[in-house]
């Protein structure tokens, strides 16, 4: 291949460093967006007990990401989670984990971060002027306006999520400074003890386990910078250590966020349960009452824009990641060949993002029709299902493609890493055992796995054999 050709391939070299790195992994993991959405959710199963939950939901995901650091320091490579696989299992199963993490969970994923940019957008417009818009008109604003800085370049992209990512921390944190400021004599330790679940026995454990399942959707997205490898300087530095610290630094803040919103609703089973049916109802989301209150009108409004900050930076981040899966395998033979062309000025994988942005609509199209058959006709209420149907089902083949990284990363690993690596499958395993909520999930998870082997077998038969390892060719 001629210099000027294998140019049109590469991704821009050392666009970025370290803090970069770290902050591309925050924005994957949207803290507002994930408060304003889940926070109702995890206190429903944990109860007082939220924040036990989220810090045993940080360790849990710590071992996690253990893997990630270990196999980013090995195979930086844009289509990471193919890579990592394929250069410790088998090209087969690398293949797999591509299609599962690339197709199956981040295109629907970033159709499903759209729906709720429409959805929390609403929300926010609800909190502030006291009656909902129509979420229709907010759908297209992230699939419009994230290509911009996506086609740009990584450069462009970081900057703006850097942006976005400081202001809803900022706020964040200035809320959990007045909360602990204004009840020094309410602070209790009883969120961080078993009986913060009003439950005992086996019960205890069932309320832990199911804010757990919650509580590891509010790091899903921390492994989106490992797909930014080959434009990143020091990747096997930067890459695994930026995404150590950015779950760290996002764990503790949900800890703190979460411990937060109990000392404000109040310790009492009563008071937990009224917080859970606001935050399920379609109106107001009490979370931006709690803001309200300690940061006034002006506050509300800017952590309002701060949760559409959050939900679109979530949806760059998502964008990017997906290109690069896409261009990495396509480089590889696995994928039409133009799928790894860089855009001759910017070296952003441009195709693959137009292309990720095309199918997303699709699925954000096919969830509307599922919200639609199942019952909801107002466009908020429809909205929130389609959101959920598509969420559900993305999160599954999350776990999934996550299970094979952990298992890659046993095969070079000694055994203090092994043990950390079982007990981050052992909390996978537990999230997709209580995860599956719907037999239909189940079968389609099965045939589309099955037609992902089909392929491998038949198109790709010749292909996939001659592969024994895949590296950045500039790394």
């Known amino acids: 291949m001629a210099q000027s050709e294998a140019r049109t391939y590469e991704l821009r070299r050392n666009a970025t460093g370290f803090l970069g790195v770290l902050y591309n992994s925050l924005a994957g993991q949207a803290p507002a967006y994930s408060i304003a959405s889940g926070a109702a959710l995890i206190m429903g199963s944990a ?16 071992a996690i990401v253990y893997s990630i650091y270990v196999l980013g320091r090995r195979f930086p490579h844009a289509a990471s989670f193919y890579a990592y696989v394929t250069n410790t299992i088998n090209s087969r199963v690398g293949f797999l984990n591509g299609v599962v993490y690339t197709v199956l969970y981040s295109i629907i994923g970033v159709g499903s971060i759209a729906i709720a940019f429409a ?39 970081i ?12 706020i964040l944190l200035v809320f959990v400074a007045l909360t602990l400021y204004s009840h020094p004599t309410s602070l209790s330790l009883l969120p961080f003890t078993p009986q913060g679940t009003f439950a005992t026995g086996l019960g205890v454990l069932a309320g832990l386990s199911g804010g757990l399942v919650f509580g590891i959707t509010y790091f899903m997205g921390f492994e989106v910078s490992t797909q930014i490898s080959e434009e990143a300087s020091n990747p096997r530095r930067s890459v695994p250590l930026g995404t150590v610290w950015a779950t760290v630094i996002m764990g503790v803040l949900y800890i703190l966020v ?34 309200e209150h300690y940061l006034g009108v002006p506050g509300l409004y800017l952590f309002a824009i701060s949760v559409m900050f959050s939900v679109f930076g979530c949806y760059l981040a998502t964008l990017n990641a997906t290109a690069r899966m896409l261009y990495g395998m ?22 693959a993002l137009l292309l990720t942005t095309g199918v997303a609509v699709v699925t954000i199209a096919l969830a509307y029709l599922a919200s639609y058959l199942s019952g909801p006709s107002n466009p908020i209420a429809l909205t ?20 094979l990284i952990a298992v890659g990363a046993l095969k070079v690993t000694g055994w203090a890493g092994r043990v ?30 099955v037609l992902i082997i089909i392929v491998e077998f038949t198109v790709l038969r010749t292909r996939l054999s001659g592969i024994r390892q895949t590296v950045c060719p500039y790394c």
């Not at 609703?265 to 709690?290: E, K």
């Not at 950390?420 to 079968?443: D, H, P, Q």
Request: hydrophobic share 50%; aromatic share 10%.
């Open 384 to 403: 929130y299902y389609a959101m959920e149907d598509a969420y559900a089902i993305d999160s599954l083949y999350y776990v999934i493609s996550l299970i």
């Open 159 to 170: 900057r703006t999520e850097m942006t976005l990512t400081s202001v809803e921390i900022a």
């Open 420 to 449: 950390a690596l079982a007990l981050g499958i052992s909390l996978l395993a537990i999230t997709f055992y209580y995860s599956v909520t719907n037999i239909w999930y189940a079968v389609a998870i099965v045939v589309s796995i």
């Open 330 to 351: 396509a480089r590889d033979g696995l994928l039409p060949s133009w799928l790894a062309k860089t855009h001759p000025r910017f070296k952003s994988p441009h195709n």
């Open 119 to 157: 959805y929390l957008g609403t929300e926010g417009i609800y909190a502030i002027v006291g009656h909902p818009v129509n979420p229709l008109v907010l759908l297209p604003i992230p699939i419009v306006l994230a290509l911009v800085p996506a086609i740009l370049g990584i450069r462009p992209s």
């Open 47 to 62: 109860m007082a007990a939220a924040p036990l939950a989220m810090l045993l939901t940080l360790l849990g995901v710590l």
């Open 258 to 291: 979460t411990y937060a919103v109990i000392v404000n609703v109040g310790y009492s089973q009563d008071a937990i349960t009224n917080f859970v049916n606001q935050a399920s109802g379609m109106g107001p989301n009490p979370i931006y009452s709690l803001i």
